[in-house]
């Protein structure tokens, strides 16, 4: 596999390891050129996730009580070289742990609880790296669904509020475009629009080629300021079952 990128001045190489050599990447600059080793890959070989390497979970537990959505660890599963991310529409009253659950906002929402159980009507999955980077080039292969209300994305999180890249989020029904965005503190992610317009960075990409139902390659190279870790997820808002 060969890639090539360009961002600006720089042209952006990623080789796989010949004879056993491990993949690294080379960056073209103006007045140097820079090598980068792997440091995480995962081609999701065998039938169990890496649990050294990855949460099938959001780590602050993935409860969305306004929405009745739950990121349960058992919809991320792997085989045969395929991480499947899954969704699902349900009726279930589920216990979640105390640290899990806002009881501010159980009472603001009035949501009912049964035996001090909660009502979920929408389980999704998520895969989120143990290790966070500071910079460097992020890569996935991915099928995107087709249909309304799925909303898969791959992004890089900074562990703390309004930090986040957002490589893609697609949706379903947009078959030839995709949502790209930055989120970060203090107005940082905001852009003039003409030289007058202030307006959020976030924008829709348009392609020549659908990209659901489809194999495609995402990629991120840059230094964000910050550490972050890799994030993808699948999610849907009142869709029945991806695999």
């Not at 503190?185 to 307006?199: A, E, T």
Request: hydrophobic letters at 35%; charged letters at 25%.
């Amino acid at each position: 596999m060969h890639w090539a990128w360009l961002f600006s001045f720089m042209l952006v190489f990623v080789l796989n390891g010949v004879n056993g050599q491990a993949p690294f990447i080379l960056a073209l600059l103006e007045d140097k050129i820079v090598k980068g080793e792997a440091e995480l890959m995962d081609d999701f070989t065998g039938n169990t996730i890496n649990q050294e390497l990855w949460y099938n979970y959001y780590p602050w537990g993935g409860l969305s009580l306004d929405a009745k959505t739950y990121t349960d660890p058992t919809m991320a599963t792997q085989k045969a070289g395929i991480l499947e991310l899954k969704v699902d529409t349900v009726t279930q009253w589920r216990n979640f742990p105390d640290w899990m659950v806002n009881q501010e906002q159980v009472e603001r929402l009035r949501l009912q609880r049964e035996d001090k159980k909660l009502e979920i009507k929408r389980l999704t999955s998520a895969l989120w790296s143990r290790e966070t980077f500071k910079y460097g080039y992020f890569e996935c292969r991915c099928w995107l669904p087709k249909g309304q209300g799925y909303w898969p994305a791959f992004w890089l999180y900074g562990g703390k509020p309004n930090e986040e890249i957002d490589i893609i989020e697609a949706k379903g029904e947009r078959d030839r475009s995709y949502h790209v965005d930055v989120h970060c503190p203090n107005r940082c992610d905001r852009v003039r629009k003409w030289g007058v317009f202030d307006q959020p960075f976030g924008h829709w990409v348009k392609t020549k080629e659908k990209i659901t139902e489809t194999w495609i390659t995402l990629a991120d190279y840059g230094p964000p300021k910050g550490c972050f870790s890799i994030t993808t997820i699948s999610s849907s808002r009142g869709m029945k079952r991806i695999s």
